[in-house]
């Protein structure tokens, strides 16, 4: 069974940085699939972070990241990373990465519904 795991995640204070990575166990769910970062806060949906195409040549950030945080990939180690700056009390959440579930496509690539598989999440926690 192919797995993500996520790692990297800690305890940091307000304008910190952090970088998460997410590693793959096999390519087929890496390689030529969009990956996703997704987080979820306490009482909250999960909700989207940033995306990025399966040759990273194209991303997309949320809203409240853009600016901030940096998507990137490295598919010679099946990884892919997401450098935090200037974090923000509201950013601390579980992280989880994510493959989009179909192999070259860019579909509603904000949905947590599009991808498949997950990994088990790294918590962020930003004091203030």
């Known amino acids: 069974q192919v797995q993500l795991v996520e790692s990297g995640g800690g305890l940091v204070q307000t304008g910190d940085s952090l970088t998460l990575s997410c590693a793959a166990s096999?390519?087929?769910?890496?390689?030529?699939?969009?990956m996703g970062w997704f987080r979820q806060a306490p009482g909250k949906e999960r909700e989207f972070v940033a995306v990025?195409?399966?040759?990273?040549?194209?991303?997309t950030y949320a809203d409240s990241v853009k600016g901030r945080f940096t998507i990137s990939r490295d598919n010679a180690k099946i990884t892919m990373y997401l450098q935090m700056n200037v974090l923000k009390p509201e950013d601390t959440a579980v992280y989880y990465c994510?493959?989009?579930?179909?192999?070259?496509?860019?579909?509603?690539?904000?949905?947590?519904?599009?991808?498949?598989?997950w990994g088990q999440g790294t918590q962020v926690t930003v004091s203030s």
């Open positions: 994510a493959a989009h579930r179909e192999r070259w496509r860019w579909d509603n690539v904000g949905s947590p519904n599009e991808y498949d598989p």
């Open positions: 096999s390519g087929y769910a890496f390689l030529n699939r969009a």
């Open positions: 990025i195409s399966w040759n990273g040549g194209t991303t």
